[in-house]
């Protein structure tokens, strides 16, 4: 079957009728047309037509070593052939996740030495609230409940890791678990009030952090959920010094600082993880997936410091357990090739070509700030986005007609790359091996595609330059 000829025609109509996808338009599930991709190749994906493109998406934020590493191919064939699944409780464990645990805790910041497994991002970040219930608790703290979240983050689509997120579009006719969420606003440093410099941007931030803590009393919230660089949210970038301040004033009201590096970690921004190399947050726990196994198997990890370790591991009543874990936590398959892929980051020092090759990417997408649709290009290392407007001195937005995220992203795919539209936002986070070749491709034809919709908006009366 593995290697049974597309019948594309065939699968279309087969995925039509029987899937129900995410972040898919429903109403035309089953009359539209589904892109479906065959074969992928270093940075570059093929489609059933025999289309060969460059993903810009890096599958969604993951495919961080590129597609065809015969390396994590072979290390989850022998895996599946010399254990494919162990019982990951109690005490039992297999090589790949116990070699996989003492690798993370090196890389990860501070004491973080405690590895929990899951399937993903979502449910990493699930654990961590679990956790963090769970010290509380342990502490005789059970106030603690309340969480400090931020608009428009993205931390998972199962109901918690839903419920934390703040991006309103994704909540529209679904109900959220109630989880005590307090809302802070997002570091949008491109649409801040008017007339105030990034600084002070940064400080209003913090004062506005400081009255929701004072508000709500720090003795209830429990903890503070962040992506250093939000991704979803259209790679926002904080103002300089905020996620540092921002995690000293939790620390300093005793709210554990979880970070989300489900996007940010393995590299994506020139190193392993973010949140402290960078951004210098201290967290208590850190989430991560995607880049973790670069997509070829399903793997979220919630690492968590010794000094939340050593609190949770007394029993609270005599003989209790630590009753959280999944049938598919610490797999092997998974943790194998999570450690072939981290072997290829190491050995071909992908963290220091995301250092170099980041800033050359920069460069390469701020030239096009001198195409008039272009409001900002902003993001770091090998995340980016740029977002359009319909006035630069203004930064009104395109009537949402105008789709420009999608209409760039259909003449980008023309011209051979996939680039994410996030509404009036083009997202890119393509695997890390994009050398000047790649980027200079990239840039010729996001120039093409926005002025190709540029002009299309013109000719429709939507928009005029
Ligand atoms: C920052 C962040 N956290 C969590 C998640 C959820 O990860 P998953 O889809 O693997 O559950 C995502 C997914 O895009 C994400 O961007």
Redesign the pocket.
Known sequence: MLNAPINSVELEMQDQRHSLRGWADLAVLGSGRSEILVHAEGAYVTDAEGNRLLDGMGG??CVNVGYGREEIAQAILEQARQLPFACPFRNTTNPPAARLSAKLADLAPGDLNRVVYS???????DSALRIVQHYFNHLGQDRKKQVLCRSE??????SV?AALSGMAANKIGFDSPDVGVNVLSAPYVYRRPDDTSEEEFCDLLLAECRDVIERVGAENIACFFA?PI???AGVIVPPHDYLRRISKLCHDNDILVIA?E???GFGRLGEYFASDAIFEMSPDIV?C??GLTSGYQ?L?ATIVSDRIFETIRTPMEEGALFTHGFTYSEHPICCAAALANIAIMEHEDLPGHVRTFGSRFREALSRLSDLPLVGEVRGMGFMHAIECVADRESKALLPPEARIGERIATHARREGLIVRPLGHLSVLSPPLVLGDTEIDFVERVLRKSISMAADELVREGVWCA
């Not at 983050?153 to 199962?158: D, I, K, N, Q, W």
């Open positions: 969604v934020w399937g993903g991002g979502s449910t990493a970040n983050a993205y931390h998972g689509s199962t890791s992506e939000m991704g979803m989300d489900v996007v940010t989430t997936a995607k399903p979220g």
